[in-house]
Structure formats: structure tokens, C-alpha cells
């Protein structure tokens, strides 16, 4: 006797259930959605590589671009030069002129504007005697511009080659010397020299109120370090024995009631003990 035995049918797998023991449903699914792919280090790093390439390229294209611009076609060629005075009043005693401004700065007129040595122009204006200081600057598009600081006159000297003008820092320069300066009368007058320093610091104390009735100023040396005694030459026949540097504020304050005295010589060597010569 021969059995059979009849196929049971598959399983189907159970539904989910939920923790309480209920069945879940699936989210039903999006067709047609793709399903996103990892991006790998090496496409990244393609990327980025494409990204400074592009970047590179617009840099060199600038570049280019601007150079063509500034130094080929003439777009920012040197077409002036302006001179500019920062001291009109010393200006007009001639020691810095224009014209020896731009006959010294030699700024090729026609050349890129860009390629202008400013350096080098504020060097060759700086050994103009009467400049004291110089600032050399591009103005775009088409002009190189030089601010001259011309050098103040305190006092004039007789030199070999005639009278000449003194600046703040002693330092002698040649130029035409206006009313109401008055003039050293000792000799080696220079910027290392004490005497000038000594009477230099002397003219700056001097009251505003005085200025029109000072001609000369002397300064003589006591001693290799010592400070130069000054003595100032005034209009009437008239000398203020002043001597050196020290305490010239006070100096000063009772020097002013002292020359309103008859006398011909006026001494504040000592401010504490002034002294009247008649």
C-alpha cells in the first residue's frame, strides 16, 4: 500500500507587529525614485580640482587683462606731473621753483603710470637744496603728483657765493631772502654746529612783539660741550645779552618791560637778575 503525501503550500512570512502585538503596515513604496549613490573621496576631490583650475584660469585671464590695459594700450599712461606746494609762504622765497621740481623728478611723460618708480623720483626732488621733505604719488589715471615740503628761513647768512637762507635745522641753502629775517653774523653756521643749534632755540623764544626790531644774532662758544651764549642785535643801536638756550621761556617774559627802559645793553643771561647798560 503506497502513500502520498500532498505539498503543503509556502509559508508567507509573518506581518510586522507592532509591540503591542498588532500588525503594522509598510509605508507603501515611490517608484520611479532613485536611489542615491555614496559620493566617493575621489569624485570629490575631481570636483575641487575642476573648481580651482576654473578659478586659476579667471585669475590669469584678470591678469592679463589688467596688464594689457595698464602697460600696453596706453589706457593708464603718465599724461602730467603736479607739483604741489605744502608751504606757499616759503614757496615764494624761491628756493623750490616748479620747474626745478620736474627738471629734477625726470618723470618720463608717455610711460605706464603703473611702472613709475616713486621711490626713485622722491630721491632725485629730495637733493633740491631748499626741499625739506617730499611725497611722490599716483593719481589715476594719467598723473604722477609730487607734494614738496619746501624748507622755512629763520635767519640769513653771508656766504661765499652771498647771502643765503637758514633753515630750522641750520641747515644753509641758497634763495631769496624775505623782509624781516635776520641774520647770524658768526661763522660755520650748519646743522652739527652748537652755535647754530643754540641760536636757533633762541629765535623760537623770541616774542612775536620783538620779531620786527631783531636784526642780527651772534652765538660763541665757551666750551667744546657747552651750549653757544647769544646775543641779539636790535634796531636803536641796542643788544639783549641773551646766553645760552637754558630757561629762554623766562628770558623772554622779563626781557619785554626791560626794553621798555632807555639803555644799550639788556642782559638776561640771568632771568632772576636782569641787568640795563646805558
Known amino acids: 500500500m503506497s502513500s502520498s503525501t500532498t505539498p503543503r503550500p509556502a509559508e508567507r512570512p509573518a506581518a510586522p507587529r507592532s509591540m503591542e502585538g498588532r500588525p503594522t503596515r509598510r509605508p507603501p513604496g515611490r517608484p520611479g525614485r532613485p536611489v542615491p549613490r555614496p559620493h566617493s573621496a575621489a569624485r570629490y576631490r575631481r570636483r575641487r580640482l575642476a573648481a580651482l583650475l ?13 596688464r594689457i590695459l595698464l602697460y600696453d594700450v596706453g589706457f593708464a599712461d603718465i599724461e602730467n606731473v603736479q607739483v604741489n606746494s605744502e608751504n606757499p609762504a616759503a614757496a615764494a622765497t624761491g ?9 629734477a623728478a625726470d618723470v618720463n611723460v608717455g610711460t605706464p603710470l603703473a611702472a613709475v618708480d616713486t621711490a ?9 637744496p ?14 604722477v603728483t609730487i607734494d614738496v615740503t619746501p624748507r622755512v628761513a629763520v635767519s640769513t647768512v653771508q656766504t661765499g657765493q652771498g647771502l643765503a637762507l637758514v633753515d630750522r635745522f641750520g641747515i644753509v641753502y641758497p634763495g631769496t631772502p624775505p623782509q624781516g629775517l635776520p641774520r647770524f653774523t658768526f661763522g660755520a653756521v650748519g646743522p652739527d654746529d ?22 642780527t644774532v651772534d652765538a660763541t662758544d665757551t ?29 623772554a617774559a622779563v626781557l619785554m618791560p626791560l626794553l ?7 642782559d638776561v643771561t640771568s632771568p632772576d637778575l636782569p641787568t640795563i647798560t646805558r
Open 120 to 128: 626713485a623720483i622722491a630721491s632725485r626732488v629730495a637733493h633740491l
Open 130 to 143: 631748499g626741499v625739506e621733505s617730499v611725497r611722490v604719488s599716483r593719481t589715476w589715471l594719467h598723473t
Open 95 to 103: 628756493a623750490v621753483r616748479t620747474e626745478d621740481v620736474v627738471k
Open 260 to 266: 621798555t627802559q632807555p639803555g644799550h645793553v639788556f
Open 223 to 251: 666750551a667744546p660741550e657747552a651750549p653757544g651764549q647769544v646775543t641779539l642785535g636790535l634796531t636803536g643801536d641796542r643788544q639783549v645779552r641773551w646766553g645760552s638756550p637754558d630757561r629762554s621761556p623766562e628770558k
Open 54 to 66: 576654473i578659478g586659476l584660469l579667471l585669475l590669469v585671464g584678470l591678469g592679463l587683462t589688467g
Open 194 to 215: 652748537a652755535s647754530t643749534q643754540a641760536a636757533i632755540s633762541v629765535l623760537a623764544a623770541v616774542p612775536d612783539a620783538l620779531r620786527s626790531q631783531l636784526l
